[in-house]
């Protein structure tokens, strides 16, 4: 992982993003809160140093893994940019937090989950979505939990959705947003990342890894209030280049009086995002849920 020191200021809409497409993004986190109801630097630079076997080994080992040519710099404003070229694939997003509300310091938590299906060749897409936490402002299926989690499918323009083991088909627009949703739409992107010479197998993908700065990062579940602060501690990303997409993605930020996702209460702590791309180029078995 990359520490990252931090860049002011900090954008929460990509470079080279269109207003359309950001707009776009913004109705469907809305579409989602509904279902849950709820400066220069002047240090001087250090003094030149002779080169050193260890340098020498060093530069050896960055260019045996030097990334293919024309991904030396990559730019994925959205995080899974470029999968809709793939026949079919399957993701994961994974988000926790840990903090306190700043109205009173009790404990604030949450935990987002999404493992999300999609045939791109024949518009069939399954999401399995979970979502816990005052912090993220989700109202639960009862009075003993502030739990909740939707199965939704779509189907060609079908769509149909599974929620306390009741199936139903919805027309409802905010509902079949949850059957669309994909990971930019929670996690944003890295509107540019240089390659750093690490070269890895991930989830069977040939991937190399890629720096960014935090400045390069947006973070659409997080609302800084006027006085609110977002700083990016560490982040990683991996690109696959036979995909051209990433297939990893993590990112740490420490966050002051912001308010996430749905939720209306200020909190301070820790997010912690985690994005894998799972596989690429099989079709899944995607049907209509059980009971409908």
Known sequence: MNDLTPRPPFRNRGEGESTASFLLRRSVLCGLFLILLVACDLTPPPPPTVSSL?????????????????????????????????????????????????????????????????????????????????????????????????????????????????????????????????????????????????????????AWEYGFAPDSVTVPIVHPAANGTLTVAAGDLWVAPSVNAVVKFTLTVNVQNVTLLSGDRLVSGQLRETYMLNEAGTLYNISIPFGC
């Open 54 to 206: 260890s340098m020498a080994q060093t530069a050896v080992i960055i260019t045996q893994n030097a990334a293919p040519a024309g991904f030396d710099r990559v730019a994925f404003p959205v995080i899974d940019a470029n999968l809709t070229n793939q026949p079919a694939w399957y993701a994961s997003v994974a988000i926790t937090f840990d903090g306190l509300f700043v109205d009173g310091g009790a404990k604030a938590m949450g935990t987002l989950d999404a493992q999300i299906y999609r045939n791109e060749l024949t518009t069939a897409r399954r999401v399995l979505f979970k979502a816990s936490g005052t912090a993220f402002g989700v109202v639960g299926t009862s009075a003993t939990t502030n739990e909740r989690g939707i199965e939704a499918v779509r189907l060609s323009n079908d769509y149909y959705q599974v929620m306390q083991n009741v199936c139903s088909k919805t027309d409802d627009v905010a509902n079949r947003q949850i059957a669309d949703l994909s990971p930019g739409v929670l996690l944003g992107g890295v509107t540019t990342a240089h390659s750093i010479g690490s070269r890895d197998t991930l989830n069977k993908f040939d």
